[in-house]
């Protein structure tokens, strides 16, 4: 993970760099075998050093925290890495235009092109644009910061209502608790929802939170709004097996389906349709991870109907298919 130093450490930025630290810096053996080789690289910006060495330094405000982070690894140290996490670049290169620490933006293409995943944390976007890698493709970052992306970077095709955008191998999300839901994303990627699902209960965050929901929600709703609409989801959840449509949930809710459509768009970032399928992709998972049921019954006990629309809706939203999927996470038999 790169970490770009300043004179300072804002508490923000603070917490991005805590965030991968935490989900990929302790091997958890009892949930998998594998883990990762977690690496601090440093910049040393604005302390007068080179590649590793010190990042931070004595506190400049009310916002910063006299902090340093000494690591052995620095921007060489990139090429040859799986994957890449730049964490926010110092506020004076999104705020005033001040350039990238030194270097920075020819490392991170040299690792991409030794085939390095590349992902960024809120403002760390900045850093994959400056170095071409967001040319072309859909990113995000912490939504206080998207326009100014936009304008800097016109190749970028800037999304501010999402939490992460996964563009295979180029990841970016929004800022501060976005950040913890890419990486446990990734983790849900590369090791399988289960490990996932349960580091997430162990750091006590939501197991999963897709990329699509938005950044933030509509204040106007009021705040009873979410506890009138968790017992008619936990009514779903234990029914996804059966056929269930918007008007069967307004139903159970006592609203009407136009309500229901709002309020859970306002609380979940999604609409009643797609919030089925994502809770019917993870109980297919769990499935194909905990049983040695045929795909067929897969799909039958998640609510997909045939082993196709499991295949179909698997491919789009997963990005492997159902076997392939087991092969690497099943766990029974």
Not at 113 to 121: F, I, Q
Not at 277 to 286: C, I
């Amino acid at each position: 993970m790169v970490v770009s130093g300043e004179i300072a450490i804002p508490s923000w930025d603070l917490y991005e760099l805590s965030i991968p630290c935490t989900v990929f810096g302790k091997p958890q053996p009892d949930l998998s075998e594998r883990w990762y080789d977690f690496r601090l690289c440093g910049t040393a910006y604005g302390n007068g050093g080179g590649d590793g060495g010190g990042v931070g330094g004595d506190s400049g405000g009310e916002a910063a925290f006299g902090m340093t982070v000494r690591t052995p690894y620095g921007l060489d140290d990139l090429v040859g890495a799986d994957t890449v996490i730049v964490t926010s670049v110092p506020d004076a290169c999104v705020e005033e235009g001040r350039p990238l620490p030194e270097g920075l933006a020819a490392a991170l293409r040299r690792a991409y092109d030794a085939g390095a995943r590349m992902v960024s944390l809120c403002t760390g976007a900045f850093a994959l644009a400056e170095a071409g890698l967001l040319d072309g493709r859909r990113a995000t970052a912490h939504w206080m910061h998207t326009a100014q992306l936009a304008a800097r970077y016109p190749k970028v095709e800037v999304d501010d209502s999402v939490l992460y955008v996964d563009d295979g191998d180029v990841l970016t999300s929004a800022g501060v608790s976005a950040g913890l839901d890419l990486c446990l994303h990734l983790v849900r990627r590369d090791l399988g929802a289960h490990v996932a699902n349960q580091l997430a209960r162990r750091m006590v965050v939501p197991a999963h939170r897709p990329g699509g929901q938005a950044q933030f929600i509509d204040l106007s709703v009021p705040a009873t709004d979410d506890e009138g609409l968790g017992p008619v989801l936990d009514w779903a959840r234990a029914r996804l097996d059966r056929p269930l449509t918007v008007d069967d949930l307004a139903r159970r809710a006592a609203m009407s389906p136009r309500t229901l459509y709002r309020r859970l768009q306002a609380a979940t970032g999604t609409t009643p349709l797609q919030w089925l399928l994502n809770q019917r992709l993870a109980r297919a998972q769990s499935l194909l991870e905990a049983t040695a049921a045929p795909i067929d019954k897969i799909a039958e006990l998640s609510g997909l109907g045939t082993a196709n629309n499991l295949r179909h809706h698997f491919l789009k939203q997963v990005g492997v298919s159902p076997g392939d999927y087991r092969r690497a996470f099943g766990q029974a038999g």
